[in-house]
Protein backbone atom coordinates (compact mmCIF):
# COMPACT_ATOMS: atom_id res chain seq x y z
CA UNK A 1 0.00 0.00 0.00
CA UNK A 2 1.31 3.34 -1.15
CA UNK A 3 1.52 6.56 1.70
CA UNK A 4 -1.03 8.03 -0.35
CA UNK A 5 -3.24 5.35 -0.20
CA UNK A 6 -2.30 4.34 3.65
CA UNK A 7 -3.38 7.85 3.99
CA UNK A 8 -6.41 7.53 2.28
CA UNK A 9 -7.69 4.22 4.05
CA UNK A 10 -7.32 6.57 7.13
CA UNK A 11 -9.64 9.02 5.64
CA UNK A 12 -6.31 11.56 5.64
CA UNK A 13 -5.65 13.06 2.68
CA UNK A 14 -4.87 16.62 1.78
CA UNK A 15 -6.32 18.87 -0.84
CA UNK A 16 -2.49 18.71 -2.36
CA UNK A 17 -2.11 14.91 -2.30
CA UNK A 18 -5.53 14.45 -4.01
CA UNK A 19 -4.47 16.76 -6.48
CA UNK A 20 -1.58 14.74 -7.71
CA UNK A 21 -3.39 11.38 -7.33
CA UNK A 22 -5.92 13.05 -9.67
CA UNK A 23 -4.04 14.82 -12.60
CA UNK A 24 -5.97 14.25 -15.58
CA UNK A 25 -3.79 13.23 -18.57
CA UNK A 26 -2.63 16.34 -19.92
CA UNK A 27 -4.97 16.18 -23.42
CA UNK A 28 -8.13 16.09 -21.70
CA UNK A 29 -7.75 19.64 -20.61
CA UNK A 30 -7.27 22.09 -23.19
CA UNK A 31 -6.33 25.08 -20.82
CA UNK A 32 -6.98 28.60 -22.51
CA UNK A 33 -8.50 29.21 -25.93
CA UNK A 34 -10.10 32.56 -27.13
CA UNK A 35 -13.98 32.97 -27.39
CA UNK A 36 -13.73 33.49 -31.10
CA UNK A 37 -13.05 29.62 -30.79
CA UNK A 38 -16.39 28.97 -30.21
CA UNK A 39 -19.93 30.04 -32.20
CA UNK A 40 -22.17 31.25 -29.12
CA UNK A 41 -25.67 29.98 -30.10
CA UNK A 42 -27.93 30.63 -27.37
CA UNK A 43 -28.60 31.14 -23.66
CA UNK A 44 -29.20 28.10 -21.86
CA UNK A 45 -29.15 29.10 -17.47
CA UNK A 46 -27.86 31.66 -15.23
CA UNK A 47 -26.19 30.61 -12.46
CA UNK A 48 -25.10 32.62 -9.29
CA UNK A 49 -22.15 33.40 -11.02
CA UNK A 50 -22.48 33.52 -14.34
CA UNK A 51 -24.59 32.75 -17.68
CA UNK A 52 -24.60 29.50 -19.15
CA UNK A 53 -24.18 29.63 -23.23
CA UNK A 54 -24.60 26.94 -25.86
CA UNK A 55 -21.75 26.89 -28.48
CA UNK A 56 -20.10 25.09 -31.10
CA UNK A 57 -16.43 24.67 -30.94
CA UNK A 58 -15.20 25.67 -34.43
CA UNK A 59 -12.31 23.61 -34.11
CA UNK A 60 -14.01 20.24 -33.54
CA UNK A 61 -17.44 21.00 -33.95
CA UNK A 62 -18.38 19.67 -30.76
CA UNK A 63 -21.33 21.32 -28.75
CA UNK A 64 -20.47 22.48 -25.55
CA UNK A 65 -21.39 24.79 -22.84
CA UNK A 66 -19.62 27.90 -21.91
CA UNK A 67 -20.30 28.91 -18.61
CA UNK A 68 -19.28 33.10 -18.16
CA UNK A 69 -17.78 34.09 -14.84
CA UNK A 70 -19.07 37.44 -14.27
CA UNK A 71 -17.00 39.31 -12.19
CA UNK A 72 -19.84 41.54 -10.57
CA UNK A 73 -17.07 44.04 -9.29
CA UNK A 74 -14.04 44.20 -11.07
CA UNK A 75 -12.13 45.25 -7.84
CA UNK A 76 -12.64 41.70 -6.08
CA UNK A 77 -11.36 39.82 -8.81
CA UNK A 78 -11.43 36.53 -9.86
CA UNK A 79 -14.62 35.04 -7.85
CA UNK A 80 -12.99 32.24 -5.08
CA UNK A 81 -16.13 29.89 -5.65
CA UNK A 82 -15.47 29.85 -9.50
CA UNK A 83 -11.70 29.52 -8.75
CA UNK A 84 -12.98 26.44 -6.39
CA UNK A 85 -14.93 25.01 -8.98
CA UNK A 86 -12.83 25.19 -11.83
CA UNK A 87 -9.68 23.49 -9.72
CA UNK A 88 -11.33 20.74 -8.41
CA UNK A 89 -13.28 19.47 -11.94
CA UNK A 90 -9.86 19.86 -13.50
CA UNK A 91 -8.92 17.18 -10.97
CA UNK A 92 -12.25 14.83 -11.57
CA UNK A 93 -12.41 12.51 -14.20
CA UNK A 94 -15.50 9.70 -14.30
CA UNK A 95 -18.28 9.43 -16.64
CA UNK A 96 -21.19 10.81 -14.47
CA UNK A 97 -19.28 13.92 -13.42
CA UNK A 98 -19.43 16.94 -16.00
CA UNK A 99 -16.19 17.04 -17.37
CA UNK A 100 -14.07 20.69 -17.39
CA UNK A 101 -12.52 20.70 -21.03
CA UNK A 102 -10.84 24.07 -21.34
CA UNK A 103 -10.88 27.97 -20.19
CA UNK A 104 -11.72 30.47 -22.77
CA UNK A 105 -11.38 33.98 -22.81
CA UNK A 106 -12.41 37.30 -23.80
CA UNK A 107 -10.49 40.37 -23.99
CA UNK A 108 -12.52 43.61 -24.45
CA UNK A 109 -12.33 44.79 -27.17
CA UNK A 110 -10.67 48.68 -27.71
CA UNK A 111 -13.58 50.70 -28.64
CA UNK A 112 -16.69 49.49 -27.27
CA UNK A 113 -15.85 48.20 -24.32
CA UNK A 114 -14.71 49.88 -21.21
CA UNK A 115 -14.19 47.12 -18.99
CA UNK A 116 -10.25 46.22 -18.29
CA UNK A 117 -10.16 42.83 -17.22
CA UNK A 118 -10.93 39.93 -19.46
CA UNK A 119 -14.17 37.54 -18.90
CA UNK A 120 -13.68 33.86 -18.33
CA UNK A 121 -15.41 31.10 -19.56
CA UNK A 122 -15.88 27.19 -18.47
CA UNK A 123 -16.08 25.10 -21.24
CA UNK A 124 -18.17 21.51 -20.51
CA UNK A 125 -19.27 19.40 -22.73
CA UNK A 126 -23.44 19.73 -23.76
CA UNK A 127 -25.95 18.36 -22.19
CA UNK A 128 -29.49 18.28 -23.75
CA UNK A 129 -31.13 18.76 -20.61
CA UNK A 130 -30.79 19.31 -16.65
CA UNK A 131 -32.99 16.66 -14.66
CA UNK A 132 -35.20 19.64 -13.26
CA UNK A 133 -36.39 21.17 -16.81
CA UNK A 134 -36.90 17.34 -17.75
CA UNK A 135 -39.23 16.95 -15.30
CA UNK A 136 -40.89 20.42 -15.55
CA UNK A 137 -41.91 18.87 -19.47
CA UNK A 138 -45.31 17.22 -18.44
CA UNK A 139 -44.89 15.67 -21.93
CA UNK A 140 -41.85 13.39 -20.09
CA UNK A 141 -42.79 10.25 -18.06
CA UNK A 142 -40.38 8.29 -16.48
CA UNK A 143 -40.63 4.29 -16.69
CA UNK A 144 -39.29 2.46 -13.82
CA UNK A 145 -35.93 0.94 -15.75
CA UNK A 146 -35.07 4.48 -16.41
CA UNK A 147 -35.44 6.14 -12.85
CA UNK A 148 -33.24 2.87 -11.83
CA UNK A 149 -30.83 3.85 -14.98
CA UNK A 150 -30.37 7.35 -13.73
CA UNK A 151 -30.03 6.32 -9.93
CA UNK A 152 -27.10 4.43 -10.95
CA UNK A 153 -25.96 7.04 -12.68
CA UNK A 154 -25.86 9.48 -9.88
CA UNK A 155 -24.82 7.42 -7.49
CA UNK A 156 -21.58 6.04 -9.08
CA UNK A 157 -20.86 9.43 -9.75
CA UNK A 158 -20.92 10.40 -6.05
CA UNK A 159 -19.39 7.13 -4.97
CA UNK A 160 -16.60 8.85 -6.85
CA UNK A 161 -17.08 11.78 -5.18
CA UNK A 162 -17.37 10.62 -1.68
CA UNK A 163 -14.56 8.07 -1.79
CA UNK A 164 -12.26 11.38 -3.76
CA UNK A 165 -13.20 12.87 -0.25
CA UNK A 166 -15.42 15.66 -2.36
CA UNK A 167 -18.50 17.02 -1.09
CA UNK A 168 -20.65 18.33 -3.45
CA UNK A 169 -23.01 20.67 -1.15
CA UNK A 170 -25.74 21.61 -3.65
CA UNK A 171 -27.18 18.10 -4.98
CA UNK A 172 -30.51 18.53 -6.97
CA UNK A 173 -32.32 18.14 -9.66
CA UNK A 174 -31.10 21.27 -11.53
CA UNK A 175 -27.68 20.33 -10.83
CA UNK A 176 -27.76 16.72 -12.84
CA UNK A 177 -27.34 17.09 -16.40
CA UNK A 178 -28.68 14.60 -18.72
CA UNK A 179 -27.98 13.66 -22.54
CA UNK A 180 -29.92 12.38 -24.82
CA UNK A 181 -27.31 9.32 -24.94
CA UNK A 182 -28.75 8.69 -21.66
CA UNK A 183 -25.89 10.02 -19.80
CA UNK A 184 -26.53 11.57 -16.19
CA UNK A 185 -23.79 13.84 -14.77
CA UNK A 186 -23.06 15.75 -12.03
CA UNK A 187 -22.53 19.11 -12.28
CA UNK A 188 -21.74 22.74 -10.44
CA UNK A 189 -19.25 22.18 -8.25
CA UNK A 190 -19.56 25.96 -7.34
CA UNK A 191 -19.85 24.84 -3.44
CA UNK A 192 -17.69 21.57 -3.16
CA UNK A 193 -15.06 21.07 -0.92
CA UNK A 194 -12.42 18.88 0.02
CA UNK A 195 -13.75 16.77 2.56
CA UNK A 196 -11.32 15.69 5.60
CA UNK A 197 -13.51 12.99 7.15
CA UNK A 198 -13.00 9.38 6.34
CA UNK A 199 -14.79 7.89 3.52
CA UNK A 200 -17.56 6.04 3.42
CA UNK A 201 -17.31 2.20 4.03
CA UNK A 202 -19.54 -0.60 3.76
CA UNK A 203 -22.50 -0.71 5.86
CA UNK A 204 -21.27 2.04 8.05
CA UNK A 205 -23.63 4.93 6.52
CA UNK A 206 -22.17 8.04 6.21
CA UNK A 207 -19.64 7.61 9.72
CA UNK A 208 -18.81 10.41 11.85
CA UNK A 209 -17.49 13.57 10.89
CA UNK A 210 -14.08 14.61 12.13
CA UNK A 211 -14.58 18.72 11.70
CA UNK A 212 -16.18 21.58 11.32
CA UNK A 213 -17.86 23.02 7.87
CA UNK A 214 -20.14 25.63 7.48
CA UNK A 215 -23.78 24.54 7.61
CA UNK A 216 -24.93 27.29 4.91
CA UNK A 217 -24.60 25.04 2.16
CA UNK A 218 -27.51 22.82 -0.12
CA UNK A 219 -30.29 24.31 -1.59
CA UNK A 220 -33.37 24.56 0.72
CA UNK A 221 -35.55 21.79 -0.85
CA UNK A 222 -32.81 19.38 -0.45
CA UNK A 223 -31.15 20.25 2.49
CA UNK A 224 -31.07 17.69 5.32
CA UNK A 225 -32.64 18.06 8.47
CA UNK A 226 -28.91 18.51 9.88
CA UNK A 227 -27.93 20.94 8.47
CA UNK A 228 -31.09 22.95 8.55
CA UNK A 229 -30.44 22.05 12.48
CA UNK A 230 -26.91 23.83 12.01
CA UNK A 231 -24.95 20.58 12.28
CA UNK A 232 -21.73 21.65 11.53
CA UNK A 233 -19.63 18.37 11.77
CA UNK A 234 -21.36 16.98 8.66
CA UNK A 235 -20.41 14.28 6.12
CA UNK A 236 -21.08 12.93 2.79
CA UNK A 237 -24.37 11.51 4.16
CA UNK A 238 -25.53 15.46 3.47
CA UNK A 239 -25.57 14.50 -0.28
CA UNK A 240 -27.03 11.08 0.30
CA UNK A 241 -30.23 13.03 1.73
CA UNK A 242 -29.95 15.27 -1.98
CA UNK A 243 -30.02 12.31 -3.64
CA UNK A 244 -33.19 10.96 -1.81
CA UNK A 245 -34.80 14.26 -2.74
CA UNK A 246 -34.36 13.61 -6.06
CA UNK A 247 -35.15 10.02 -6.00
CA UNK A 248 -38.52 11.32 -4.90
CA UNK A 249 -38.62 13.56 -7.37
CA UNK A 250 -38.20 11.39 -10.36
CA UNK A 251 -41.26 8.95 -8.72
CA UNK A 252 -43.63 11.83 -7.95
CA UNK A 253 -42.65 13.99 -11.06
CA UNK A 254 -41.99 17.03 -8.95
CA UNK A 255 -40.13 18.29 -5.84
CA UNK A 256 -41.27 16.61 -2.88
CA UNK A 257 -40.07 18.91 0.26
CA UNK A 258 -41.00 22.13 -1.42
CA UNK A 259 -40.14 24.01 1.82
CA UNK A 260 -40.66 28.23 1.91
CA UNK A 261 -38.76 28.49 4.70
CA UNK A 262 -36.12 26.75 6.60
CA UNK A 263 -38.87 26.03 9.53
CA UNK A 264 -41.29 25.12 7.15
CA UNK A 265 -38.45 22.79 5.05
CA UNK A 266 -38.39 20.91 8.72
CA UNK A 267 -42.01 20.65 9.22
CA UNK A 268 -42.07 19.13 5.61
CA UNK A 269 -39.18 17.02 6.54
CA UNK A 270 -41.06 15.45 9.97
CA UNK A 271 -44.61 15.23 8.10
CA UNK A 272 -42.40 12.81 5.72
CA UNK A 273 -40.15 11.32 7.88
CA UNK A 274 -41.34 11.23 10.91
CA UNK A 275 -40.30 13.60 14.30
CA UNK A 276 -36.80 12.92 15.01
CA UNK A 277 -36.21 11.49 18.55
CA UNK A 278 -33.42 9.73 20.64
CA UNK A 279 -33.67 6.60 18.30
CA UNK A 280 -34.45 7.66 14.76
CA UNK A 281 -32.04 10.75 15.15
CA UNK A 282 -29.51 10.50 18.07
CA UNK A 283 -27.98 13.48 19.82
CA UNK A 284 -30.89 16.09 17.57
CA UNK A 285 -31.81 17.55 20.77
CA UNK A 286 -28.53 19.07 20.98
CA UNK A 287 -28.16 20.45 17.76
CA UNK A 288 -27.73 24.45 17.56
CA UNK A 289 -31.19 25.12 15.49
CA UNK A 290 -33.18 22.63 17.50
CA UNK A 291 -33.73 24.27 20.41
CA UNK A 292 -36.82 26.15 19.46
CA UNK A 293 -38.42 23.17 17.93
CA UNK A 294 -41.52 21.50 19.75
CA UNK A 295 -42.60 19.13 16.65
CA UNK A 296 -45.65 16.99 17.62
CA UNK A 297 -44.75 13.35 17.67
CA UNK A 298 -45.53 11.92 13.95
CA UNK A 299 -44.85 9.13 12.51
CA UNK A 300 -44.29 10.21 8.92
CA UNK A 301 -46.49 9.09 6.06
CA UNK A 302 -43.43 8.15 3.41
CA UNK A 303 -45.29 5.16 3.17
CA UNK A 304 -48.74 6.55 2.40
CA UNK A 305 -47.09 9.35 -0.20
CA UNK A 306 -45.39 6.57 -2.23
CA UNK A 307 -47.92 3.70 -2.14
CA UNK A 308 -47.97 3.72 -5.63
CA UNK A 309 -44.37 2.40 -5.84
CA UNK A 310 -42.78 -1.69 -4.88
CA UNK A 311 -41.78 -1.96 -1.30
CA UNK A 312 -38.44 -2.12 -2.13
CA UNK A 313 -38.34 1.55 -4.48
CA UNK A 314 -39.99 2.82 -0.82
CA UNK A 315 -37.24 1.05 1.32
CA UNK A 316 -34.40 2.59 -0.79
CA UNK A 317 -36.12 6.26 -0.28
CA UNK A 318 -36.68 5.51 3.31
CA UNK A 319 -32.52 4.53 3.61
CA UNK A 320 -31.60 7.75 1.44
CA UNK A 321 -33.98 9.97 3.78
CA UNK A 322 -32.81 8.61 7.30
CA UNK A 323 -33.12 11.36 9.55
CA UNK A 324 -29.87 10.21 11.18
CA UNK A 325 -27.42 11.11 8.96
CA UNK A 326 -24.87 8.41 10.96
CA UNK A 327 -26.69 5.58 9.33
CA UNK A 328 -28.06 7.00 6.41
CA UNK A 329 -27.00 4.50 3.15
CA UNK A 330 -24.23 5.77 1.58
CA UNK A 331 -23.54 5.15 -1.69
CA UNK A 332 -21.49 1.81 -1.88
CA UNK A 333 -24.43 0.37 0.06
CA UNK A 334 -27.17 2.20 -1.96
CA UNK A 335 -25.57 0.89 -5.99
CA UNK A 336 -26.14 -2.41 -3.55
CA UNK A 337 -29.93 -2.11 -2.74
CA UNK A 338 -32.19 -4.82 -4.06
CA UNK A 339 -33.95 -1.75 -5.96
CA UNK A 340 -31.49 -2.42 -8.65
CA UNK A 341 -31.32 -5.92 -8.67
CA UNK A 342 -35.56 -6.19 -8.55
CA UNK A 343 -37.64 -6.57 -11.97
CA UNK A 344 -38.12 -4.61 -13.72
CA UNK A 345 -34.21 -4.49 -14.26
CA UNK A 346 -32.74 -0.68 -14.86
CA UNK A 347 -32.78 0.48 -18.33
CA UNK A 348 -28.88 1.15 -20.20
CA UNK A 349 -28.38 4.22 -20.84
CA UNK A 350 -28.48 3.90 -24.83
CA UNK A 351 -32.34 2.28 -24.22
CA UNK A 352 -33.39 5.41 -23.12
CA UNK A 353 -35.51 7.96 -25.33
CA UNK A 354 -34.57 10.80 -26.02
CA UNK A 355 -36.53 14.38 -25.79
CA UNK A 356 -36.79 17.78 -26.59
CA UNK A 357 -34.16 19.80 -24.51
CA UNK A 358 -34.89 21.50 -21.37
CA UNK A 359 -32.87 23.91 -19.03
CA UNK A 360 -33.41 25.75 -16.21
CA UNK A 361 -33.72 29.02 -18.34
CA UNK A 362 -36.56 27.18 -20.51
CA UNK A 363 -38.52 27.05 -17.28
CA UNK A 364 -37.89 30.63 -16.49
CA UNK A 365 -38.71 31.97 -19.56
CA UNK A 366 -41.56 30.40 -19.18
CA UNK A 367 -42.69 32.18 -15.81
CA UNK A 368 -41.66 35.36 -17.60
CA UNK A 369 -43.98 35.00 -20.55
CA UNK A 370 -47.10 33.84 -18.99
CA UNK A 371 -47.31 37.40 -17.67
CA UNK A 372 -47.46 38.86 -20.52
CA UNK A 373 -48.04 36.24 -23.83
CA UNK A 374 -50.62 33.30 -24.54
CA UNK A 375 -48.56 30.23 -24.48
CA UNK A 376 -46.62 29.26 -27.71
CA UNK A 377 -46.22 25.50 -27.39
CA UNK A 378 -43.60 24.32 -30.00
CA UNK A 379 -44.49 21.51 -31.93
CA UNK A 380 -47.75 21.67 -30.10
CA UNK A 381 -47.26 18.96 -27.77
CA UNK A 382 -48.25 20.21 -24.61
CA UNK A 383 -50.72 23.03 -23.82
CA UNK A 384 -51.46 24.82 -20.73
CA UNK A 385 -53.69 23.87 -17.75
CA UNK A 386 -56.59 25.26 -16.94
CA UNK A 387 -54.60 26.98 -14.00
CA UNK A 388 -52.23 28.52 -15.98
CA UNK A 389 -51.54 32.31 -15.47
CA UNK A 390 -50.06 34.59 -13.76
CA UNK A 391 -49.81 33.34 -10.03
CA UNK A 392 -52.10 30.79 -11.08
CA UNK A 393 -51.03 28.38 -8.08
CA UNK A 394 -50.56 30.89 -5.45
CA UNK A 395 -53.14 33.41 -3.61
CA UNK A 396 -52.03 35.83 -1.00
CA UNK A 397 -48.95 37.39 -0.72
CA UNK A 398 -46.69 34.37 0.59
CA UNK A 399 -44.84 33.74 -2.68
CA UNK A 400 -46.11 36.33 -5.45
CA UNK A 401 -43.10 38.84 -5.56
CA UNK A 402 -41.24 37.75 -3.10
CA UNK A 403 -38.64 36.13 -4.81
CA UNK A 404 -38.31 37.88 -8.40
CA UNK A 405 -41.30 37.92 -11.23
CA UNK A 406 -44.18 36.14 -11.21
CA UNK A 407 -42.72 33.64 -8.12
CA UNK A 408 -39.83 33.13 -9.94
CA UNK A 409 -36.62 33.62 -7.71
CA UNK A 410 -35.36 35.38 -11.07
CA UNK A 411 -35.39 39.12 -12.63
CA UNK A 412 -36.96 39.61 -16.37
CA UNK A 413 -34.78 38.79 -18.88
CA UNK A 414 -34.91 39.94 -22.47
CA UNK A 415 -35.50 37.45 -25.05
CA UNK A 416 -32.83 37.36 -28.18
CA UNK A 417 -34.37 36.56 -31.41
CA UNK A 418 -32.02 32.84 -31.10
CA UNK A 419 -33.45 31.91 -27.59
CA UNK A 420 -35.34 29.52 -27.47
CA UNK A 421 -39.14 29.65 -26.62
CA UNK A 422 -40.29 26.90 -24.46
CA UNK A 423 -42.32 24.50 -25.50
CA UNK A 424 -43.88 22.95 -22.27
CA UNK A 425 -45.08 23.66 -18.68
CA UNK A 426 -46.71 22.25 -16.29
CA UNK A 427 -48.21 24.34 -13.53
CA UNK A 428 -46.95 21.80 -10.34
CA UNK A 429 -48.72 23.80 -7.88
CA UNK A 430 -44.83 24.48 -5.95
CA UNK A 431 -43.50 27.71 -4.27
CA UNK A 432 -40.92 29.49 -6.41
CA UNK A 433 -38.22 27.47 -5.81
CA UNK A 434 -35.63 28.26 -3.41
CA UNK A 435 -32.49 30.29 -4.34
CA UNK A 436 -29.22 27.95 -3.88
CA UNK A 437 -27.82 28.27 -0.83
CA UNK A 438 -25.87 32.01 0.33
CA UNK A 439 -22.52 31.30 1.65
CA UNK A 440 -21.97 34.32 3.30
CA UNK A 441 -18.35 34.87 1.44
CA UNK A 442 -20.26 34.80 -2.05
CA UNK A 443 -21.70 38.57 -1.09
CA UNK A 444 -18.06 39.46 -1.32
CA UNK A 445 -18.16 39.02 -4.57
CA UNK A 446 -21.80 39.31 -5.64
CA UNK A 447 -20.88 43.02 -4.32
CA UNK A 448 -24.42 43.80 -3.79
CA UNK A 449 -25.54 42.13 -0.74
CA UNK A 450 -28.40 40.70 -2.35
CA UNK A 451 -29.36 37.39 -4.47
CA UNK A 452 -30.43 37.15 -7.87
CA UNK A 453 -33.69 37.89 -7.17
CA UNK A 454 -32.99 40.80 -5.40
CA UNK A 455 -33.59 39.55 -1.98
CA UNK A 456 -30.99 40.81 0.90
CA UNK A 457 -28.64 37.74 1.58
CA UNK A 458 -28.35 35.59 4.10
CA UNK A 459 -31.86 35.28 5.57
CA UNK A 460 -32.85 31.98 6.73
CA UNK A 461 -30.21 30.55 7.57
CA UNK A 462 -29.04 30.90 11.19
CA UNK A 463 -25.67 31.51 12.21
CA UNK A 464 -23.11 32.45 9.45
CA UNK A 465 -20.40 29.76 10.45
CA UNK A 466 -16.96 30.09 9.35
CA UNK A 467 -15.47 27.91 6.94
CA UNK A 468 -12.63 29.35 5.34
CA UNK A 469 -11.93 26.59 2.64
CA UNK A 470 -9.44 27.42 0.08
CA UNK A 471 -8.49 24.43 -2.34
CA UNK A 472 -4.68 25.09 -2.06
CA UNK A 473 -3.22 22.72 -3.85
CA UNK A 474 0.47 24.51 -4.08
CA UNK A 475 2.33 23.71 -1.30
CA UNK A 476 4.03 27.02 -0.44
CA UNK A 477 0.70 28.51 -0.73
CA UNK A 478 -0.35 29.82 2.53
CA UNK A 479 -3.27 27.87 3.59
CA UNK A 480 -6.36 29.51 5.61
CA UNK A 481 -7.70 28.00 9.04
CA UNK A 482 -11.10 27.67 10.26
CA UNK A 483 -10.48 30.62 12.98
CA UNK A 484 -14.14 31.78 14.35
CA UNK A 485 -13.68 35.86 13.75
CA UNK A 486 -14.75 37.61 17.23
CA UNK A 487 -18.20 38.49 15.44
CA UNK A 488 -18.58 35.78 13.95
CA UNK A 489 -18.70 37.12 10.67
CA UNK A 490 -17.21 35.00 7.61
CA UNK A 491 -13.49 34.99 7.54
CA UNK A 492 -13.14 34.52 3.64
CA UNK A 493 -14.11 37.81 2.45
CA UNK A 494 -12.19 39.73 0.11
CA UNK A 495 -9.30 41.74 1.46
CA UNK A 496 -11.07 45.12 0.78
CA UNK A 497 -13.93 43.48 2.59
CA UNK A 498 -11.99 42.48 5.40
CA UNK A 499 -10.14 45.28 6.19
CA UNK A 500 -13.48 47.50 6.47
CA UNK A 501 -14.64 44.79 8.50
CA UNK A 502 -11.71 44.68 10.87
CA UNK A 503 -12.05 48.38 11.16
CA UNK A 504 -15.69 48.17 11.77
CA UNK A 505 -14.58 45.42 14.51
CA UNK A 506 -11.78 47.53 16.01
CA UNK A 507 -13.67 50.39 16.52
CA UNK A 508 -17.03 49.46 18.31
CA UNK A 509 -17.23 52.83 20.28
CA UNK A 510 -19.82 55.58 19.92
CA UNK A 511 -17.53 57.26 18.00
CA UNK A 512 -17.24 55.03 14.90
CA UNK A 513 -20.87 53.60 15.34
CA UNK A 514 -22.15 57.04 13.93
CA UNK A 515 -24.72 57.22 11.74
CA UNK A 516 -22.22 57.65 8.48
CA UNK A 517 -23.50 55.75 5.93
CA UNK A 518 -21.33 52.99 5.16
CA UNK A 519 -22.88 49.64 2.15
CA UNK A 520 -21.22 47.17 4.02
CA UNK A 521 -23.21 48.13 7.58
CA UNK A 522 -26.10 48.55 5.68
CA UNK A 523 -26.03 45.48 3.93
CA UNK A 524 -24.86 43.73 7.08
CA UNK A 525 -27.71 45.68 8.76
CA UNK A 526 -30.36 44.49 6.05
CA UNK A 527 -29.34 40.39 6.53
CA UNK A 528 -29.47 40.63 10.17
CA UNK A 529 -33.34 41.96 9.62
CA UNK A 530 -33.93 39.56 6.75
CA UNK A 531 -32.68 36.60 9.22
CA UNK A 532 -34.13 38.10 12.40
CA UNK A 533 -37.57 38.10 10.37
CA UNK A 534 -37.04 33.90 8.86
CA UNK A 535 -36.42 33.28 12.52
CA UNK A 536 -39.54 34.91 13.99
CA UNK A 537 -41.81 32.88 11.26
CA UNK A 538 -39.29 29.46 11.76
CA UNK A 539 -40.30 29.94 15.30
CA UNK A 540 -43.75 30.72 15.11
CA UNK A 541 -44.33 27.43 13.40
CA UNK A 542 -43.06 25.32 16.28
CA UNK A 543 -44.13 27.09 19.16
CA UNK A 544 -47.43 25.33 19.87
N1 LIG B 1 -22.79 21.49 -19.72
C1 LIG B 1 -24.04 21.97 -19.76
N2 LIG B 1 -24.87 21.60 -20.75
C2 LIG B 1 -26.13 22.08 -20.79
N3 LIG B 1 -26.67 22.91 -19.87
C3 LIG B 1 -25.88 23.31 -18.86
C4 LIG B 1 -24.53 22.87 -18.74
N4 LIG B 1 -24.01 23.42 -17.63
C5 LIG B 1 -25.00 24.16 -17.08
N5 LIG B 1 -26.12 24.11 -17.82
C6 LIG B 1 -27.42 24.79 -17.55
O1 LIG B 1 -27.19 25.98 -16.83
C7 LIG B 1 -27.80 25.93 -15.53
C8 LIG B 1 -26.92 26.64 -14.51
O2 LIG B 1 -25.64 26.03 -14.48
P1 LIG B 1 -24.82 25.80 -13.14
O3 LIG B 1 -25.70 25.06 -12.17
O4 LIG B 1 -23.51 25.18 -13.44
O5 LIG B 1 -24.60 27.31 -12.67
P2 LIG B 1 -24.58 27.87 -11.19
O6 LIG B 1 -24.13 29.27 -11.22
O7 LIG B 1 -23.73 27.09 -10.32
O8 LIG B 1 -26.13 27.66 -10.84
P3 LIG B 1 -26.89 27.78 -9.45
O9 LIG B 1 -26.85 29.21 -9.08
O10 LIG B 1 -28.30 27.30 -9.79
O11 LIG B 1 -26.23 26.89 -8.47
C9 LIG B 1 -28.01 24.43 -15.27
O12 LIG B 1 -29.09 24.18 -14.39
C10 LIG B 1 -28.29 23.89 -16.67
O13 LIG B 1 -29.65 24.08 -17.03
Known amino acids: MSILESRESAGDISPRSFAIAHQRPRNSFVGCSRITDYEVLGKLGEGTFGEVHRARSKKTGALVALKKIIMHNE ?16 LLSHKN ?3 LEDMAVEHPTRSTDKRKRPIMYMVTPYMDHDLSGLLDNPSVHFTEPQVKCYMLQLLEGLKYLHENHILHRDMKAANLLISNKGILQIADFGLARHYDGEVPKPGRGGGEGRRDYTSLVVTRWYRPPELLMHLKRYTTAIDMWGVGCVFGEMLMGKPILAGESDGHQLELIFELCGTPNDENMPGWRSLPGAEALRPQPRQGNLTQRFRDQSPVTVSLLKELLKL ?4 RINAIDALQHPYFRTAPLPAKPHELPSFEESHELDRRKFHDRRAALPPAPKGGTVGRGPHDGPNASFSGDGFTGRNGVNGSRYPRNS ?9 WHRDRGLPPRPPPPVDDHLDSYRGDGRDRGGRPRGGGGGRQDVDTYIPSYDRDAPRRDDRRRRDDRDDRRHDWDRRRGDYDDRGRTSRTRSRSRSPIRDRDRERDRDRDRDRDRDRDMYRR
Not at 324 to 327: F, I, K, L, M, N
Open 75 to 90: KDGFPITALREIKLLK
Open 324 to 327: DWRS
Open 97 to 99: VLR
Open 415 to 423: RGPEERVPA
